[in-house]
C-alpha cells in the first residue's frame, strides 16, 4: 500500500512496476477493484488500523475491541469486507493488545457469518467474481 494509505496517480504503476499485484491503498469509495491486467485494489478503513485507536485516539483496549465488532457486525450487514492492519510495533508490544486481537480473531471465527483471508485469497476471490474495470 502507499505510505501513509494514501494513493497517488502513480501509485498503481509503480506496485505493477514492482512487480505487486495488489494495491491496500485507500480509495474514495472503499469498494475492491480489479483491473483487465488482475491488478486488484483491496482499500482498507482506518476503522480496522490499529495505530487509529491506539496511537492517535489513545482508546482504551475494551474500547477497540467494541468498535472492531461493531464494525465487524456492520460489514456483515451491509456483505462488505473488513481489512485489519495490525502492526507488530503498535499491537505487538501490548499484552492487552495483543489479548484483543486474539478475541477478534475468535469472534471471526465463531460466526458462520465470516471468513478469514489473506489478501491474496481475496484478491483469488475478487478475481473470480468481479467484472474488470478501467485502470489508469
Known amino acids: 500500500r502507499a505510505p501513509g494509505g494514501a494513493s497517488t496517480t502513480y501509485t498503481r504503476k509503480l506496485l505493477r512496476e514492482l512487480g505487486y499485484n495488489i494495491d491496500a491503498s485507500l480509495t474514495e469509495t472503499g469498494a475492491i477493484s ?3 491486467d488482475g491488478f486488484t485494489c483491496l482499500p482498507y478503513q482506518w476503522i480496522g488500523v490499529d495505530a487509529t485507536h491506539w ?4 482508546r482504551e483496549c475494551s474500547e477497540v475491541e467494541t468498535l ?14 473488513l481489512f485489519f492492519i495490525w502492526h507488530p510495533h503498535v499491537m505487538g508490544i501490548s499484552p492487552e493488545r495483543l489479548a484483543i486481537g486474539e478475541s477478534i480473531i475468535r469472534f471471526v471465527q465463531d460466526d458462520p457469518r465470516f ?3 489473506t489478501l491474496k485469497q ?3 476471490h475478487s478475481l473470480a467474481n468481479l467484472a474488470a474495470e478501467d485502470d489508469d
Open 122 to 124: 481475496q484478491r483469488e
Open 68 to 81: 472492531w465488532q461493531s464494525a465487524l457486525l456492520n460489514a456483515a450487514h451491509n456483505d462488505q469486507n
Open 55 to 58: 496511537l492517535w485516539h489513545k
Open 34 to 36: 480489479v483491473a483487465a
Open 115 to 117: 471468513e478469514i483471508l
